[in-house]
């Protein structure tokens, strides 16, 4: 763990703090002619080198700033303006499994490491519930109340942002049963209440307050139940 700590210290440098703005410009109109992004890519596994600080761990270093470099071509080249958001993510993601890949390469653990790991079954399927399918539960339980006008309070909203506020609430209400932070869901749900409910209370709609009202108690009830028995099956383990 603290190898892929160092690791990924070595990216938020390479990526984020020490490559200006003109780097990134230069790179989206060069592409693969631009030299900055081979001071990019050899930036990476000097830093990966430097923070893991082992001879041993150099060709591993190599390994990650050549995938690192194709990793960001494919970006550059098949990006467009109105994708670039779903490519930044895409790239990240990209990135983290290669460091993932690399330490249990490195550490002489395959992909099977992970798949004999309970803890990993157990803590994925537990968020992946709390995501689109929870959302998916919600929004058919409660369509039965579902305000004829409830759209017509969405026209200054952001796109989607109710399931996505949703889904991270229930995240972070996971996130805070297996850290052992119960008080911390008060706060999360009084947060909620305060920018939530002063819309509602402006439009004025009882049924559009209680429908969203119903929403919002499941999502956590459901959070708060998947984080209990994560919690519990984490414990049974040996």
Request: hydrophobic share 55%.
């Amino acid at each position: 763990m603290i190898l892929f700590i160092k690791l990924f210290l070595a990216h938020l440098l390479g990526d984020f703090i020490w490559q200006p703005n003109s780097w990134v410009t230069d790179k989206e109109s060069k592409k693969h002619k631009s030299i900055y992004l081979y001071i990019h890519v050899l930036l990476h596994g000097v830093l990966a080198a430097i923070l893991a600080w082992e001879i041993s761990f150099i060709p591993y270093a190599v390994l990650i700033a050549v995938a690192h470099g194709i990793i960001d071509l494919i970006k550059l080249n098949f990006q467009r303006e109105k994708t670039k958001r779903t490519w930044f993510i895409a790239d990240q993601i990209a990135h983290a499994l290669v460091l993932i890949g690399v330490v249990l390469l490195y550490q002489n653990k395959g992909i099977i490491y992970f798949w004999q790991d309970n803890t990993f079954w157990i803590l994925i399927t537990g968020v992946l519930l709390l995501t689109k399918p929870t959302s998916i539960f919600i929004k058919t339980i409660i369509s039965i109340w579902a305000p004829e006008n409830e759209n017509s309070h969405q026209d200054n909203s952001l796109i989607a942002a109710g399931n996505y506020i949703g889904i991270l609430e229930r995240l972070f209400v996971f996130g805070f049963i297996l850290t052992g932070h119960f008080e911390a869901i008060g706060f999360l749900l009084a947060a909620k209440s305060i920018f939530r409910f002063g819309d509602l209370k402006e439009a004025k709609d009882r049924k559009l307050t209680e429908y969203v009202l119903i929403g919002t108690l499941i999502s956590f009830g459901i959070a708060i139940l998947a984080g209990i028995l994560v919690q519990a099956l984490l414990l049974q383990l040996p």
